[in-house]
């Protein structure tokens, strides 16, 4: 092969490369906000837990799908465990978990009229609710 050719096929692997880094940590940087990272402005906050000054774990509600997001707050960029999760009563529970730099979820479930159980890590330290916003 030769070298120009092999140059191009090495551009080529280095572009594929970066274009599939940039989908996997796309996510936790595209929302510019709890709502935003849920869907939009058909979600509004219904309940919160703070971690201090470092991260907040958000419930939201758009009249029919639940959404739990846990937005870093204190060391956003910084890479840290963060999790996002929520359960619909009766349904197994859904999970986002991982060394994030922004936030964890969204994490989402559909439940009008079911009580939800929702909650969140920073680092070390996790909340979850009791069962609860059952209307």
Do not use: Q
Not at 74 to 92: D, E, H, I, M, Q
């Amino acid at each position: 092969m030769s070298n120009v050719k092999r140059g191009v096929t090495l551009s080529l692997a280095l572009a594929a490369t970066l274009a599939t880094s940039a989908t996997l940590s796309g996510p936790a940087m595209a929302a510019s906000s709890p709502i935003e990272a849920c869907g939009g402005g058909s979600y509004h906050v219904i309940d919160s837990h703070a971690f201090g000054s470092s991260a907040v774990t958000y419930l939201l509600y758009n009249g029919s799908t639940n959404c739990v997001v846990t937005w870093k707050t204190g060391a956003a960029g910084n890479t840290t465990y963060v999790r996002a999760v929520l359960w619909a009563y009766g349904s197994p529970g859904v999970v986002d978990a991982d060394n994030y730099r922004y936030y964890a979820g969204p994490v989402k479930a559909k439940a009008p009229g079911t009580c939800v159980k929702w909650g969140g890590t920073y680092g070390s330290t996790w909340w979850e609710s009791d069962w609860e916003h059952c209307d």
